[in-house]
C-alpha cells in the first residue's frame, strides 16, 4: 500500500511537470542495472537520439541502476504511469500473465546471435510484444545483453557441480526447471540485492552475462566461473500503451526512428562490453574462468534437454515449435 501510494504521489506530480512544462515531453526511463551495462548505455544513447531527432521537444530522463523502482516494482510504476519507458528482462512478463516470453529463457534454445535475431527481429518477435498491449503496455524493441553463464564458489565442469547449490535466478517459472534440472536449488532474488546475497552466502551461485557479473562486482564474490553460454537474457523496451499513443504522430515516429538506431546500438555494444567484461573479469584474479570442452558443454544441453518438454505447455507448444523451426534446435536430438 505504501508503494503504491507513493508511486500514485510521483504521478501527480509528474501529470504537474508536463502541465507546466506543454513545450517539453519528459519521458522517464527507469532500469535497474549499471548506467556502463550494454542497457545503460543504450538507454543514454537512446536519450541523445531522441532530443536530437525530435529537436528538444522530448527529453528522456534515465533512471539507473534501481534508482526510482526495483525489479519488483518498476512494472507497476509503468503501469499507471509513473515512469513512461522501461526496459526490463524478458523474464519479467511471465508473472505479468505473458507466460509466452519465458521462452526466452528455454536453455540452449538460441547457438547464437544469429538465430537469437530470427526470433526478436523477425515475426515471432513482433506478435510477442503484441502480446502486452491488452496489459497497457506497448512493445517497442528487443535488446540484447547476452547468453548466460554459471558462477560459483567452486569449480563448475558438469552439471552435478551444482548440485544442491542454492543458485539466484530472476522470476520464471522456466528458469526454475532449468535450475532443477541440474540438481540446484531455484533462488528468485532482485537484482539489486544479488551481490550481498553472494557476498553472504544467503545463495552460491548464479547465472548472468559476463557484463552484468562485472559491473556489479559479483566476480569478487565468485572464485568460480564457467563459460557455459548456456541461456539468453535479453530486454524489451516498452512504454506505457496511454502515453505512447497520446503523443503527437510526428514525434511519435521520430521517438521510432530513435528507438532503430539505438536497438543497433544496443545489440553491436551488447556483444563488444561482455567480451570486454570477460577481460576485466580473467585480469582481476578474482574469479577462474573455465571454457568447458564440447562434450562438458554437451552434458550441460543434455542435462537441461528435458526442461524443453516439461515448460512447453507454459509458453505454448506451437510458439516453441515455430523456434525450432527458425533456428534448427531439436532437444530430442541430444
Same mark, same amino acid.
Given at each position: 500500500?505504501k /508503494?503504491?501510494?507513493?508511486m500514485m504521489?510521483v504521478?501527480?506530480l509528474?501529470?504537474?511537470?508536463v502541465a ?15 548506467a556502463d551495462?550494454?542497457?545503460?548505455k543504450?538507454?543514454?544513447f537512446f536519450a541523445?537520439?531522441?532530443?536530437e531527432?525530435?529537436?528538444g ?17 518498476e ?5 499507471i ?5 522501461l526496459?526490463?528482462?524478458?523474464a519479467?512478463f511471465g508473472?505479468?500473465?505473458a ?5 526466452f529463457d528455454?536453455?540452449y534454445i538460441?547457438d ?7 526470433i526478436?527481429?523477425?515475426?515471432i ?10 496489459k497497457?503496455?506497448?512493445g517497442?524493441a ?6 548466460k553463464? /554459471?558462477?560459483a564458489n ?13 543458485m539466484?535466478?530472476q ?5 526454475e ?10 533462488q ?7 551481490y550481498?546475497a ?10 548472468n ?17 564457467t ?11 516498452i512504454?506505457?500503451?496511454? /502515453?505512447w499513443?497520446?503523443?503527437p504522430?510526428d ?5 521510432e526512428?530513435?528507438?532503430?538506431e539505438?536497438?543497433v546500438f ?9 567480451n570486454t ?18 562434450e562438458?558443454?554437451m552434458a ?7 526442461v ?10 506451437e510458439?516453441l515449435q515455430?523456434i ?10 541430444l
Open positions: 500500500m /508503494f503504491r501510494n507513493a504521489f504521478l501527480a509528474g501529470i504537474s511537470g507546466s512544462a506543454a513545450d517539453e515531453i519528459v519521458i522517464k526511463f527507469s532500469h535497474v542495472v549499471a551495462t550494454p542497457k545503460g543504450a538507454s543514454e541523445k537520439k531522441a532530443a531527432l525530435t529537436k521537444k522530448v527529453k528522456v530522463e534515465v533512471y539507473a541502476n534501481s534508482a526510482l523502482y526495483k525489479d519488483k516494482e512494472m507497476e510504476a509503468l503501469q504511469g509513473a515512469v513512461q519507458m526496459a526490463p528482462s524478458l519479467k508473472p505479468l500473465g507466460k509466452e516470453f519465458e521462452v528455454f536453455p538460441f547464437d546471435y544469429a538465430e537469437l535475431h530470427k526478436t527481429q523477425g515475426p518477435g513482433a506478435s510477442l510484444l503484441a502480446k502486452l498491449e491488452p497497457g503496455i506497448k517497442l528487443f535488446w540484447d545483453n547476452g547468453f553463464s /554459471f558462477s567452486t569449480p563448475i565442469k558438469a552439471p552435478t557441480d551444482l548440485k544442491g547449490k542454492k539466484r535466478i522470476s520464471s517459472k522456466v528458469l526447471e532449468e535450475i532443477r534440472s541440474i540438481g540446484g536449488l531455484p528468485v532474488m532482485a537484482f539489486s540485492e544479488v550481498q553472494l557476498q553472504t552466502g544467503v545463495v552460491d551461485g548464479t547465472e552475462p559476463i557484463s552484468n557479473l562485472y559491473t556489479q562486482k559479483m566476480h569478487e564474490v565468485q572464485k568460480h566461473l563459460l557455459t553460454n548456456h541461456g539468453y537474457l535479453g530486454y524489451a523496451v512504454v506505457n500503451k496511454k /502515453f499513443e497520446g503523443l504522430a514525434v511519435r515516429g521520430q521517438l526512428q530513435a528507438m532503430k539505438s536497438t544496443a545489440n553491436k555494444i551488447a556483444q563488444e562490453e561482455n567484461a570477460l577481460e576485466g573479469v580473467k585480469k582481476s584474479g578474482k574469479t577462474t574462468v573455465y571454457t568447458p570442452t564440447k562438458e558443454k550441460f544441453k543434455k542435462a537441461m534437454a528435458p524443453h518438454t516439461k515448460m512447453a505447455d507454459r509458453v505454448g507448444g510458439l515455430s525450432y523451426k527458425e533456428t534448427g534446435f531439436d532437444p530430442n536430438k
